[in-house]
């Protein structure tokens, strides 16, 4: 089994589910140029993210090269304990990643 | 009465031993750690660990918000992954190094017999050429992502670093002096930020006081949004004073390296550390 790139971390508090997720992406604007052969280095970044909580979306994101490389976003929504939380990316070179974690789950 | 004084005064002159030029590392240390006392009271010890986290608390609360779910959990990973795995010759760094626990808080070591100063990641750059494998980059990537899963490994224990023989007293002095003289174009020192405005800012930032900073290496900082060793701050640091840096593992910053551990003697190793 492929590592994933995703690093998800949720705890329920007061009725809210508290998402955190720590993804592992290059996020090249580019812009960038290689420093020896002078070259563009691809633009390689997310373009869509979405969080599921039990299927249903509670967070969307549409992101470009302006977001850094290894990303990290936090969030709240209102859930229950019970909840399976499913982060996808999906960058422009068509690339994606998913990973569910029930609430609490290491 | 006054010949008697004079007479007494000249004596115990006399019989007291002539004074070396330089203070030992353990008279440097306390005197250090009485200006910080003074000079930025109501903090223990082992808070200046925190750098200007234990100083500013805004920045402290976002620091610790940040370390909940820390930036360098990806580097670990790494670096434990490049730990276990076996060199082609089937040994692994494990078998250089022992039980990983107890390898972070050995460094930096004055050896005698090389009269050479040893840091963890030229041990690491040593296990590596020793088993027939490409050494790394000292700066940053595998390096610092080793580095790193060591230092996390070595939480919680002690810096212990006390110059003691005249080598030893040797380097750390080279490193006394390199970290008081003034360079670059900006002619500052490394005390002048961390010592004498130490809690101060230059610009946006706060400057951390020196005592305690080779506590929390390797370190994420967002500003290079990767992992970096000492050494690499090191450089950036000159840099920063546009002086041309020295190159990483070079015996300057070596020496560097070990009058900062000898300041930090006895300071709990907190690696690696997340800054801005």
Redesign the interface.
């Known amino acids: 089994m492929a590592k994933s790139t995703i ?1 998800l ?1 949720t705890k329920e508090k007061k009725g809210k589910i508290q998402v ?1 997720a ?1 993804i ?1 992406h290059p996020m090249e604007t580019g812009l960038r140029k290689n420093k020896k052969t002078g070259e563009k280095i691809p633009a390689q970044y997310i373009t869509d993210l979405v969080v599921t909580a039990n299927d249903k979306p509670v967070m969307t994101a549409e992101w470009s090269g302006s977001v ?3 990303p ?1 976003i ?1 969030f709240k929504y209102a859930g229950s304990k019970s909840d399976s939380v499913t982060l996808t990316w999906k960058d422009n070179t068509g690339k994606s990643d998913s990973l569910t974690k029930k609430i609490g789950e290491k | 009465m006054k010949k008697l004084i004079t007479t007494v005064a000249l004596f115990a002159l006399a019989l007291t031993p002539i004074v070396s030029a330089q203070a030992t590392p353990s008279e440097d240390k306390a005197a250090l750690r009485d200006y910080f006392k003074k000079s930025l009271p109501g903090k223990n010890l082992d808070d200046f660990i925190n750098g200007v986290y234990a100083l500013d608390d805004d920045a402290r609360s976002q620091w610790e918000e940040i370390e ?2 820390p ?1 360098y ?2 580097a670990l990973e790494k670096g434990a992954d490049l730990w276990d795995k076996k060199f082609k010759n089937g040994k692994s760094f494990e078998s250089c190094f022992g039980d990983i626990s107890k390898v972070r808080a050995k460094y930096p070591y004055h050896d005698e017999a090389k009269d050479t100063i040893v840091t963890l990641e030229g041990d690491i750059n040593k296990c590596l050429t020793d088993n027939g494998e490409k050494p790394f980059k000292w700066k940053k990537g595998n390096m610092a992502a080793v580095s790193a899963h060591i230092a996390y490994a070595g939480r919680g224990q002690k810096i212990h670093v006390q110059p003691k023989t005249e080598k030893a007293i040797a380097w750390y002095n080279k490193g006394k002096t390199f970290f008081y003289a003034k360079r670059g174009q900006l002619n500052l020192s490394c005390a002048d930020c961390h010592v004498y405005n130490a809690g101060r800012k230059a610009r946006g930032d706060l400057l951390s006081p020196m005592l305690g900073h080779p506590s929390h290496f390797p370190v994420f900082r967002s500003k290079w ?2 992992m970096g060793t000492l050494h690499r701050r090191y450089g950036g640091c000159n840099k920063n004073v546009r002086a041309k840096p020295f190159k990483a593992q070079s015996d300057e910053y070596k020496a560097l390296e070990y009058f900062q551990a000898a300041m930090a003697d006895g300071m709990e190793l907190n690696g690696p550390g997340a800054r801005k």
């Open positions: 690093k971390r955190k720590l592992t850094s490389k290894n990290f936090s | 909940e779910f930036p959990e990806i949004g990767s």
